[in-house]
């Protein structure tokens, strides 16, 4: 089956603008207004993805279901690609604030906090399972903007400076080690190994990948105080 | 038209998951437990598990990995272990590792579809007790009820299914199978696998609370039905102390007396009478009270006796005859029939000299003595019967019953030690014995 890409030269700078940040931080009621689409077309492409799969959506279905103009979802979002890497970049968002805004998790241990954070993440992507195994495969392309573009780049050192911030405030780590200043860009590379695992895991209630967060957090933390491996 | 997409999603996730696809081990939990920072042992002391928290680190580096599993099932099995250390060692059994509170709500949203604080009123996220495999949590509900919300450690089913297959590899391969032949390991696995399963616990409590409502003295918790699910199981609040508190306010000698016989009338009434019994004499299991009453929680490990099973046991209870006679040892093999064994005459003499030694000291069978109090402070009794039970091992007496009817008989025998109880034994068994189950085998009941 063919797959119909959403692609137009004259909005790129726009879009590509517009996708960087997810939240209207620019304020106005004009930019609430093009949240508030923003929003509609997110929740349209989610629900497609979701029923259709990634790969079979289009930008028209898109816009037909957020009942907007095809060309309107290219002035907020250059490809579907765009769109998908905009919902990550909320999940990071919602994981960072719900770490952050829950006030008990202050005094909690390393480990805690960061099982908050990544079931805080799986948590949000939970309703679109299956729209992420699809973005996840999709993201193994060398061409893929998912994982290989600026948006990408500037999720992924947003997620690895505030798991790096996680581990600087913990007293029980000690500063400066070759492993701590590793483990941030380690994280990361072991939450897509997380997800994977999630994608995959059939028990009731994902009990698996809770027990395989909680003992490999446990002892991943335990070897950072320790200082070596 | 297939999709191209799921497919290679579903090759690329199959993939993973052959190598991140492994549920770990129950054993492996306990270990790690070992390894743990001196901080976190700290913590762990400081937690409600703390005394078993202590027991656990020095176990551990006693009896670290394969060899400690080993040795819970010879001690369960054996009596080699003191009876102290064995129930300890049956609390380290039902050990999972804490959960933090961030884990209780996620496994709790996992079963229930929805976190703690939009099920409940209120939520305690400080566990006050351990669970079997879990931990327990107070909680009011939103029509205002106390109860003990009951969340097990995830993934904990298959952690003990794979242990299992693991201790079956190496049982096979060694002389250790000789011990623990294929229907103990399956007693033994079955009882574990039924303590991980709440809906099973649930049916237990459902049919403990009435059948034991006779007796008057003991309270069982009730199931909220509506606020479980799977790894969650909520329960009403049982009242109680714990054995050490009770003993700490100094309970007078006719109230531990007055305990001791409701505990030995509960086993009774459960073996002799239900045909079923509470198979988990862990202390923290019996809650105590001034009044004499008792409360019973933790029904994951229960054992059901078949009716050929229980009228046999009847018949040999308080048997008025001589032991070591032919009518006596008759009723014994018959036993082992119903079990399609043969009574080898070594394990023959050794049932009759228990039946002899222990039973006929401590349950006299002559009516005339049924007021006679047996005093449980003699730690002689306790000891008695460790060294019949080994007696009875190394005799190879090992029916699958045993396991868990020794296990709780030791139990009992413990906690009446403990509350140096004096106890109006065979008049106990004797009004057990009228109580239900009655058949032609049953000629104690004319005795």
Known sequence: ?229 | MPRRGESAARRALQMASMTAGVTGSYLGYLVQRAFLSEKGREEKLRSTHAKAGRRIVTDLQELRGPAMKLGQLFSVQSGILPDEALAELGSLQREAPGMHPSLVRAQFRGAMGAPPERVFRSFDETPFAAASLGQVHRAVTRDGETVAVKIQYPGITDAVKNDFSWFRAVATASQIKRYFPESLIAELEQHIMAETDYVAEARNIDFFGPSLAPLGFVDVPRVRHDLSRGTVLTLSMVRGDSIEVFLASRPSQRTRDLVGERLLELFYFQVLGLGAFHADPHWGNYLFRSDGTVGLVDFGCVRHLSPAFVDNLRSVFLYPGPRDSAPFRALLSKRYALAGQRLAPKTQSALVRMATEFYGTVYPPDVERDQERVDFGDASIVRLYARESQNLLRAKATLPEYVFLGRTESGLYNTLHRLQARVRTSAIVRRCLRVGGATAESGVRRA
């Not at chain 1, 989610?46 to 009942?67: E, M, S, V």
């Not at chain 1, 099982?115 to 939970?126: I, R």
């Not at chain 1, 809770?210 to 002892?219: C, E, G, I």
């Open chain 1, 1 to 229: 089956m063919p797959v119909r890409r959403a692609k137009t030269g004259s909005t790129r700078k726009t879009s590509a603008r517009a996708a960087k940040r997810p939240a209207a931080r620019r304020g106005g009621k004009r930019a609430e207004q093009k949240e508030a689409v923003r929003k509609r077309i997110v929740d349209a492409a989610l629900a497609l993805f979701q029923t259709r799969g990634f790969d079979q959506t289009t930008t028209r279905q898109i816009a037909q279901k957020a009942k907007l103009a095809e060309g309107t979802i290219f002035n907020y979002f250059e490809t579907k690609e765009d769109i998908a890497l905009y919902f990550l970049q909320l999940e990071v968002d919602h994981a960072i604030a719900t770490v952050r805004g829950t006030p008990r998790l202050r005094r909690a241990p390393l480990e805690e906090k960061l099982f908050a954070l990544v079931e805080a993440q799986l948590e949000f992507l939970a309703p679109h399972e299956k729209f992420i195994g699809a973005a996840f495969v999709h993201a193994l392309r060398p061409t893929s903007k998912i994982a290989f573009s600026m948006q990408a780049l500037d999720l992924r050192n947003r997620y690895i400076a505030f798991v790096h911030e996680l581990i600087q405030e913990s007293e029980s780590v000690p500063p400066g080690s070759l492993l701590t200043w590793a483990a941030p860009s380690a994280f990361w590379i072991y939450y897509l190994g997380v997800l994977l695992y999630w994608l995959n895991d059939v028990s009731s209630g994902k009990q698996h990948t809770l027990a395989l967060l909680d003992r490999s957090l446990k002892l991943g933390v335990a070897m950072l105080r320790k200082g070596s491996l």
